[in-house]
């Protein structure tokens, strides 16, 4: 895969980003190959999606947005236009608000149900908004459907469809069995775990939401923290 171009920032006047280990959300396991690794290789990712070198003329879309990006594209001088991060941790929210000082950044926090990281929150339905406003040309989801039962997948492709601006793209990373017939909670005793899904019916639960899927590609064994991934774009 071909690398993110970053470069460490010389002269800016935004601080690095410091996170403590209270706002980390990733597995212990992606978290030791370090933040900033795995967040540019993502990033990559999420570039090939448009053939684009960087990211420098994209409006982007975080939903789940932990604290991993908006790290990565701060402290490795990642190219962007703009970035609208999204989560249901109040948390980690109120942090990126308070320490983020960019114009090209800004960070809502949604108090809806996830079984896992919000579950006293209200379960989200096709009326509750998505708090942004505008369109994306980007929008993604990293370890987010891995986390989420397919009724709440159903809503957040509606809205991410709402917000995506013509011929938009989204990614989004899943679990994904053949042997699961539709979707399971993997882990029974801690629902939100290893929320997993049947290839089939993932897509055209996507695909009644607005989206096509472009393609589906594996889980990269090189890297171990790339899931299966899914590339769709407006339909
Ligand atoms: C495993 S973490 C991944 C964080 C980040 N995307 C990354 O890859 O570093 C999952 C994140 O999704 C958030 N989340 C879960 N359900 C959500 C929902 N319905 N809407 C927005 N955020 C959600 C969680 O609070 C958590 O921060």
């Not at 929150?121 to 397919?150: I, K, Q, Y």
């Not at 005793?189 to 393609?215: D, I, K, M």
Request: neutral net charge; proline residues 6%; glycine residues 6%.
């Amino acid at each position: 895969m071909e690398q993110l171009q970053v470069s460490r920032p010389a002269d800016r006047t935004m601080k690095r980003l410091v996170v403590p280990e209270h706002v980390n959300r990733n597995t212990r396991r992606v978290h030791a190959i370090g933040p900033e690794k795995t967040g540019a290789a993502l990033l990559r990712v999420a570039c090939d999606l448009r053939g684009l070198a960087d990211l420098s003329g994209c409006d982007v879309l975080d939903v789940g947005c932990g604290v991993r990006f908006a790290q990565t594209i701060l402290n490795c001088d990642v190219p962007i236009r703009s970035y609208a991060g999204v989560d249901v941790d109040e948390l980690l929210i109120r942090f990126l608000q308070s320490e983020v000082d960019d114009p090209r950044f800004t960070f809502a926090y949604w108090d809806v149900h996830n079984p896992l990281y919000n579950p006293r929150g209200p379960r989200m339905t096709r009326e509750s908004m998505l708090p942004v406003a505008g369109e994306f040309d980007v929008s993604w989801l990293f370890s987010v459907f891995t986390h989420l039962p397919p009724d709440d997948a159903e809503v957040l492709c509606l809205f991410l469809r709402r917000h995506a601006c013509r011929g938009g793209r989204r990614l989004f990373l899943a679990f994904l069995d053949p042997t699961v017939a539709t979707f399971v909670e993997k882990s029974s005793e801690n629902p939100g775990l290893h929320s997993t899904y049947h290839e089939g019916f993932l897509r055209s639960l996507v695909e009644r939401n607005g989206w096509r899927v472009l393609a589906v590609h594996d889980k990269d064994p090189a890297t171990k923290f790339i899931q299966h991934h899914f590339v769709c774009g407006t339909a």
